[in-house]
């Protein structure tokens, strides 16, 4: 089989995954996935949420998302952070293009490259991975 090819059918079977992943999520107005992989291995994962300990709760009375919720990549990058394993050279699978603030997590982890599904309204993370030189990849038909 073609490497691009093959690489094309593992893209996508990982960001299935991360879609699956995002199902494990409390918050009501979006749930988000993240697989971690690295060598064709899983090394992390992680959806969005409240922080270990918290109340299984994303959103305040009025729909809007607490603040100190984490965004699915920053879950499965801190997740990488507590084993033994490095995300050194990894590719993240992610259901919505990064925000800023992960972004720069992804760049900080050595992750070089993200596939998402969903591009978010708000590039400016995509613009800084780009500009960092990490491979940005979206893949709309999973």
């Given at each position: 089989?073609?490497?691009?090819l093959?690489?094309?059918?593992?893209?996508?079977?990982?960001?299935?995954?991360?879609a699956?992943?995002?199902?494990?999520?409390?918050?009501?107005?979006?749930?988000?996935?993240?697989?971690?992989?690295?060598?064709?291995?899983?090394?992390?994962?992680?959806?969005?949420?409240t922080?270990?300990?918290?109340?299984?709760?994303?959103?305040?009375?009025?729909?809007?998302t607490?603040?100190?919720?984490?965004?699915a990549?920053?879950?499965?990058?801190t997740?990488?952070?507590?084993?033994?394993n490095?995300?050194?050279?990894?590719?993240?699978?992610?259901?919505?293009?990064?925000?800023?603030?992960?972004?720069?997590?992804?760049?900080?982890?050595?992750?070089?490259?993200?596939v998402?599904?969903e591009?978010?309204?708000?590039t400016?993370?995509?613009?800084?991975?780009?500009?960092?030189?990490?491979?940005?990849?979206?893949?709309?038909?999973?």
């Open positions: 089989m073609d490497t691009a093959k690489q094309e059918l593992l893209d996508k079977r990982y960001l299935r995954m991360a699956i992943w995002a199902e494990n999520s409390y918050c009501q107005r979006r749930k988000v996935g993240a697989i971690l992989v690295k060598g064709q291995m899983i090394i992390s994962d992680g959806f969005n949420g922080p270990a300990g918290f109340e299984n709760i994303c959103e305040d009375n009025d729909g809007i607490k603040p100190y919720v984490l965004h990549e920053a879950n499965a990058i997740k990488v952070a507590c084993s033994n490095s995300s050194q050279g990894s590719t993240l699978y992610v259901t919505a293009s990064p925000c800023l603030e992960c972004a720069k997590l992804i760049i900080q982890a050595g992750i070089k490259r993200v998402f599904n591009l978010y309204r708000i400016d993370g995509i613009d800084l991975l780009k500009r960092a030189g990490i491979e940005c990849r979206q893949i709309e038909n999973i």
